[in-house]
């Protein structure tokens, strides 16, 4: 299918301004091909009241949002679509707050939801490991807060960066929370995200050792002197760059109002931004985000709420 997406706000408002056509548009993602039942397989349906479908086959009934982030949802697609829009559209990304008044949404919290629903879209299932020369890293996120002992309390979360070397610039990125930085966890981190054969470069941290056995090549640059900073971001400048976007990310749109518990589901939102920051139109990130929400499995508030720290979230 050839892609079609609105290149502007004002084809967004002219294109989508009933649920029919946002769920036609739904439809079309979906299902390319025609309808195709998810229980049986069947292709053939009789369509039913309110856009549902029931399969000829099995008689099975369903939606085009059935088993997608959409499946349930009370409000309209089509005030969906515009908080699409907003996220995609704005080179940052959008807020809850920046959601919840844009579109005059009742609560800060569906806002929040929509927002977590829409990151855990912004992974492709399936998608390909890193390849090539590949740079990684850890870096802390997030601050030391004061206790109210006066004690300084831990709130940093460890996070992994992979880069692909693109010549001087970057390729694509991979990013994780890991618990600590352990042979385990980064190998583990690795593993996921990085295609064996790859050529792994990292700093001198004994945790990496071993990689050969993983079936990549390991090259170390290693630091003369531990406390030079500078000396650190020239010889993994990538990782290094990454880190210090996504730290002006969290601090900038979020105001560092990130939880550690959902720190995955913002690595995610960014690594979706960083990878197609050469899209010329903004309506093809809109494409992409709604074709991949379309095969997701539907991510209930209580899911959401609960956070993940599950490192099986960042297999492929
Ligand atoms: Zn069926």
């Not at 309209?76 to 995609?88: D, E, G, K, S, Y």
């Not at 927002?115 to 992974?123: E, G």
């Not at 991510?299 to 709420?305: D, E, L, R, T």
Request: hydrophobic letters at 35%.
């Amino acid at each position: 299918m050839a892609e079609d997406y609105p290149r502007t706000i004002m084809e967004l408002e002219q294109r989508f301004s009933t649920e029919e056509e946002c769920r036609a548009y739904l439809f079309s993602l979906r299902w390319p091909e025609g309808f195709r039942c998810p229980r049986c397989d069947g292709n053939d349906s009789w369509d039913a009241s309110r856009g549902r479908y029931i399969c000829r086959s099995c008689r099975h009934q369903c939606s085009v949002t059935a088993g997608t982030i959409f499946e349930g949802t009370r409000k309209p697609l089509t005030l969906w679509f515009r908080a699409i829009w907003l996220v995609v559209s704005q080179k940052n990304g959008a807020s809850a707050v920046n959601i919840q008044q844009v579109l005059g949404l009742g609560s800060y919290l569906t806002a929040w939801t929509w927002l977590n629903k829409l990151r855990r879209a912004m992974v492709r299932p399936g998608r390909e490991q890193l390849a090539g020369r590949v740079e990684v890293d850890e870096t802390y996120v997030g601050g030391e807060e004061e206790g109210v002992d006066g004690r300084k309390t831990e709130t940093k979360s460890l996070v992994t960066i992979a880069a692909e070397e693109n010549k001087t610039g970057i390729g694509r990125i991979r990013l994780a929370c890991i618990p600590n930085a352990t042979r385990k966890s980064l190998h583990g981190f690795i593993r996921a995200t990085v295609a064996p054969g790859a050529v792994i470069h990292t700093d001198g941290l004994p945790a990496y050792r071993g990689l050969e056995n993983l079936g990549y090549s390991h090259e170390v640059s290693k630091l003369i002197c531990e406390k030079d900073k500078k000396a650190a971001i020239r010889l993994l400048p990538r990782v290094h760059r990454v880190a210090s976007l996504l730290k002006r990310w969290l601090d900038g749109t979020h105001q560092g109002a990130v939880s550690p518990r959902h720190l995955d589901y913002y690595l995610d939102e960014f690594t979706f931004r960083f990878n197609r920051r050469k899209f010329r139109s903004r309506g093809k990130l809109f494409y992409r985000l709604l074709q991949q929400a379309m095969q997701v499995e539907p991510a209930p508030y209580k899911s959401i709420v609960g956070g993940s720290q599950n490192p099986t979230h960042h297999k492929i």
